[in-house]
Each structure stands twice: as C-alpha cells, then as structure tokens.
C-alpha cells in the first residue's frame, strides 16, 4: 500500500516466490484512497476484496473496497461513507484500521469508536453500528472468536469486548486495562496486535520496545512482559512463533520471545526513513518506512533466519473456550 494521509494512492502486488528479486504484477491508483495501518482481507462468493481508508472531502470519508482475486488487475469497487467523519486531524475522527470477520468489518474511528459493517456484499456494504467510549481513541480491532481487542492509537488504553453477536459489542467485565510496563507506569503505545493468546503493544513512551499481556482470560489481562529500548519509538509489533518483529521509528528490532517474560533482542535492520514496520515473511523480513525514504526505497527485504521455515501453524488460543 502506498497513500499519504490526505487520500491519492494505491497499491502494489508483487511475487514474492523469490524474495530476492520480487517481481511487480499488478498496481492500481485511486483517488479516494488514504493512509491505512492496518488491511482487511475478506472473501466473498470466491472473489477476494481488500478493506482500506477511504478519504473524499473534509467531512466525507470512512472505507473504501478494491476487488483483488485477481493481482495482475486490482480494482476499485465501492466506497462507504461514515458518520461523524472529520479530517485534517489524521487521528481523531478518521478510519485508521480494519479487520474483516465473516460477513462483518470492524473499522477503527478514533474518537469516532467502532464502526461495524456488513459487507456480505462488499459491492454494497452497509453501516450496521457504531460503538463509542468516552475516553477511547479507538486504533485497531482484532477479533478471536468471540473476543475482540479494542485498541488504542498513541494512548494506553485497551478494552477487550464479547463479541459473540458480531454486531454488538459488549464489554467484559473486568477486561478494560491501561498499558503499563512493569513497575507499573502507564505506557502509550503506538499501534497493537492480537497474536495467539497474546496482546502486543509497541510503546512510544519513554522509548519503544514492546509491551507484553496475556488475554487468556478476557477478565483479568496479564502483563507478561516487556523490551524498552531508549530513544525508540515505537509503530507496530508482530510475532512469528517465538520471536517478535517491530519497528521502533529509528530502525527495525528482532527479539527472540520463546520466554515472554524477558524478550532478547537478536537482530536489527535499518533503512533511511521512519522505520515503524517490520514484517516477518518465513525466514525473511520486509522492513518498510512511511515517511523520509530514499527515492525508490521505501521497503527492503532481509533475512533473519538462514533455516526456512519449516514448521506449520500451531494452535495456541481459540474462542469460545470448550
């Protein structure tokens, strides 16, 4: 993905069989496209649609739908207006992020909350709901089954909902927690992800690194663990079974987290620009910057590893609970 936060962008699909020599096969521009941190793939009667930021006018924007089966010849194919819908703050009444589950997206409004979408027909998708809380500038949602996490963008907060309706969200008790390190100190972090029975959170206060909490239990969040770096700033964190990969603004970070507990920085990667996204692909990462790039160089791939990787999904955490 490529687009500014004022709209005008689009996409570009490469192989990948060969990550040495990724090879461009399809791209597309749209107009009404902007800046996504996070992309929602769904499919839907055997065609494949990706969800992003959709941005129009001031008070006009909220998600926008490329149809993708086909990489060699991606297209635009609809747009949803949102309510309550409000640029040029880039954060606070914009759509930041989406996850698509089923025949629902959840996109992140910032102050705006939670909208949920029905996109059963992605040519049509309709405005079911929109869940706000005082207090909550909502980044991203992610959802396992029946629980979703509800996060924050710059702040600390997190809130974990039922979402056994998906419709509805509901908070669960108890589930409402602030990001804090381990001597307890509330921490802002940047964005979240949901990986496994584990919340992670890439911190932009007093340094980055990541921040660590177990979800098993929806009631009663845990931290686990966490990795401050100084000077870092964090953007997004991922896992791949036993590691963690996040950007930290001023270079990419690699940890070993086979204990969660005490992550132990491996490796690291640089590239000029902002580095915020490190992506694990097999034995390689994609490290990519979204501001400050040399012309031309806005993603670099690395190997982490010299071993593919040989090992398949493993289950760790599913809902409902039997």
Same mark, same amino acid.
């Given at each position: 993905?490529? %687009? ?7 996409? !570009? ?14 791209e ?7 800046? !996504? /941190? ?8 055997g ?5 992003v ?7 006009? @924007?909220?998600?926008?739908f490329?149809? *993708?089966?086909?990489?060699?010849d991606?297209?635009w194919v ?9 640029y040029?703050?880039?954060y ?6 989406? $996850? ?5 997206l ?10 949920v979408?029905?996109?059963?027909d ?8 929109q869940?706000? *809380?005082?207090g /909550? ?10 629980v %979703?996490?509800?996060?924050s963008?710059g ?19 108890? #589930?409402?927690?602030y990001?804090?390190? &381990? ?7 940047? $964005? ?11 911190r ?6 990541p ?11 845990? $931290?686990?663990?966490?990795a401050?770096?100084? @000077?870092g ?11 963690l990969?996040q #950007?930290? !603004? ?10 969660m507990?005490a992550p132990?920085l ?11 996204? +490190?992506?694990?692909?097999?034995? +390689?990462?994609?490290?990519s +910057?979204? !501001?400050? %790039?040399?012309? @031309?160089?806005?993603?670099?791939? $690395?190997p982490?590893?010299? &071993?593919?990787?040989?090992r398949?999904p493993?289950?760790?955490w599913f809902?409902?609970?039997?």
């Open positions: 993905p490529w %687009a500014p936060e004022d709209g005008g962008g689009g996409l !570009s699909f490469y192989t990948f069989d060969d990550p040495c020599a990724p090879t461009l096969v399809g597309v521009w749209a107009d009404f496209m902007r800046e !996504s /941190h996070t992309l929602a793939f769904g499919e839907v009667n065609r494949t649609y990706l969800a930021d959709y941005h129009e006018s001031e008070d006009v @924007g909220g998600v926008g490329f149809d *993708v089966t086909d990489p060699s991606p297209q609809s747009q949803l207006a949102l309510p309550d819908y409000h040029p703050d880039a606070f009444r914009v759509v930041l992020s989406t $996850f698509w589950l089923g025949d629902t959840y996109a992140a409004g910032g102050l705006n909350g939670v909208y979408l029905d996109v059963s992605p040519l049509n998708p309709a405005l079911v709901g869940h706000t *809380v005082v /909550h500038m909502v980044g991203a949602v992610h959802v396992v089954g029946d %979703a996490m509800v996060s963008a702040l600390s907060r997190t809130i974990l909902y039922d979402v056994s309706d998906p419709w509805t969200l509901s908070p669960i008790p108890g #589930g409402d927690f990001v804090s390190s &381990a001597d307890e100190e509330l921490k802002d972090y940047y $964005f979240a992800s949901l990986a496994g029975k584990y919340g992670l959170f890439a932009k206060s007093d340094g980055g690194g921040i660590i909490y177990d979800l098993s239990d929806p009631a009663a969040p845990t $931290f686990v663990g966490e401050p770096t100084e @000077g700033d964090g953007g997004y964190v991922m896992r791949h079974e036993a590691l990969f #950007g930290d !603004s001023d270079r990419g970070l690699v940890y070993d987290a086979s204990d507990r132990t491996i490796g690291e990667v640089d590239i000029a620009g902002d580095l915020d996204t +490190v992506t694990p692909v097999g034995n +390689v990462l994609v490290a +910057v979204d !501001s400050k %790039a040399d012309d @031309g160089r806005s993603s670099v791939v $690395f982490w590893a010299e &071993a593919p990787d040989a398949g493993r289950l760790e809902r409902p609970q039997d």
